[in-house]
């Protein structure tokens, strides 16, 4: 059997998945991505040049699709390289997202295809339109509406699809969702748990340690979109009632999701100079993106943990701070919901109210004992529904097999 793995960065979601299939008797596993990330045992990695842009004169409501474009053409380009080398793959598993997959079909027409599909754009009810002010305007409707051209060429030449939460699945169309399981890629539950033997060194030499109050934010991008505007708007009052926490806040400058403030060098920038004299900075710490390791310490000192994001892709981070017994404090919005269940596995709060969050976050520093509970339901959430060995992985196994045997795969794992 031979597969093929595509993804921008990969291996990226078939981190695990991808050596899995590999170690199987007689399995050829290659992964073919544009950037130079972890080597990964039994696959052999193919690497691609970055393609251009699109070009500066092309409508901005279609310059993602010519950028997806020009790098489906560079994919194709690799496949037809590797198929002058002999490789024909059984199946291909891609993340079409960025244009991968436009065009794998036109080289391999009889490999089965299993696409990774991330996120469908929609003007209302997600991401666009859900923060203040007004309605979306027509304008932007119609670029939004535009955003799916590659899912949608990727859909119609797909044999089946996966995405990783039953909400994300829901904002695809109802003639395309019968074909998409939704699996989870995991998480490790056996590598990522508390630790009551974790440290974390701030940059001035301070230890953190359990027991600590420390309140930690972590997201790849310091942005609106994973509320890190509420999050630093509900910092006075949680400094000024808890004069000993400390507020660890990771993740870098670059906006992964939305755009840079017009007023500012980074959204961090803005927020500091919009609350400049109401926080105690020698108590704020900004790590920005940190290795793997200390993030995993960071979730086992973690007093109170927020994750805030708008109706989108669920982070990773969420799930494994759960799993690590943090309390999540999170925002009522429908990919946490999915999840984290009100006073059961963790507590939920108004997306735009940052008074609530700090009264949230201030309760749970004064009696820290009264939410053990919740801490121990999100872990075990979190290995039921979400274990990488036990759920995850076999789950995702399966379905590549019956998409590669041309099998309907089951509506249920």
Request: hydrophobic share 40%.
């Amino acid at each position: 059997m031979k597969l093929l793995f595509v993804h921008q960065n990969f291996p990226g979601q078939y981190r695990h998945v991808a050596p899995a299939m590999a170690a199987r008797p007689g399995y050829q596993v290659i992964g073919l991505g544009e950037n130079a990330g972890e080597t990964l045992p039994g696959v052999q990695h193919v690497r691609y040049k970055a393609p251009d842009p699109a070009g500066e004169a092309t409508h901005r409501y279609i310059k993602r699709f010519e950028a997806a474009v020009r790098r489906g053409q560079t994919v194709a380009r690799a496949a037809l390289a590797l198929q002058e080398r002999g490789f024909v793959p059984d199946i291909i598993c891609c993340h079409p997202g960025w244009g991968e997959g436009l065009f794998l079909r036109d080289v391999w027409p009889k490999a089965r295809t299993l696409f990774y599909f991330e996120f469908y754009y929609q003007s209302s009810g997600a991401d666009v339109g859900f923060e203040p002010p007004g309605p979306v305007s027509i304008d932007e409707a119609c670029r939004v509406r535009t955003l799916n051209t590659t899912h949608l060429l990727s859909l119609q030449s797909a044999d089946w699809g996966q995405t990783p939460t039953e909400w994300q699945k829901s904002r695809f169309p109802d003639w395309a969702r019968p074909r998409i399981s939704a699996i989870h890629e995991g998480v490790d539950t056996r590598q990522i748990g508390p630790n009551p033997a974790a440290r974390f060194t701030l940059a001035d030499g301070r230890e953190l340690k359990p027991g600590d109050e420390v309140v930690t934010f972590i997201g790849r991008g310091l942005e609106p979109y994973r509320g890190f505007h509420i999050f630093m708007r509900s910092l006075p009052a949680i400094m000024a009632a808890r004069p000993n926490a400390q507020f660890v806040v990771v993740g870098g400058d670059d906006p992964h999701y939305g755009g840079k403030p017009s007023d500012a060098a980074s959204w961090r920038v803005k927020l500091l100079q919009q609350l400049e004299g109401q926080l105690d900075l020698s108590r704020l710490h900004f790590t920005g993106k940190i290795a793997h390791a200390r993030l995993q310490a960071l979730y086992s000192i973690s007093a109170a943990h927020v994750y805030l994001t708008y109706p989108f892709v669920l982070s990773w981070s969420m799930l494994e701070a759960m799993a690590s017994e943090c309390l999540i404090i999170g925002s009522a919005t429908p990919p946490v919901e999915e999840v984290i269940r009100h006073g059961e596995n963790g507590l939920l709060v108004d997306f735009f109210n940052p008074g609530e969050l700090a009264t949230t976050v201030i309760r749970a520093l004064q009696n820290p004992g009264q939410y053990r509970d919740l801490r121990l339901a999100a872990r075990r959430t979190v290995q039921e529904r979400y274990d990488l060995h036990d759920v995850c992985l076999p789950q995702h196994l399966k379905l590549i097999d019956a998409v590669a045997a041309g099998e309907t795969p089951p509506a249920q794992f």
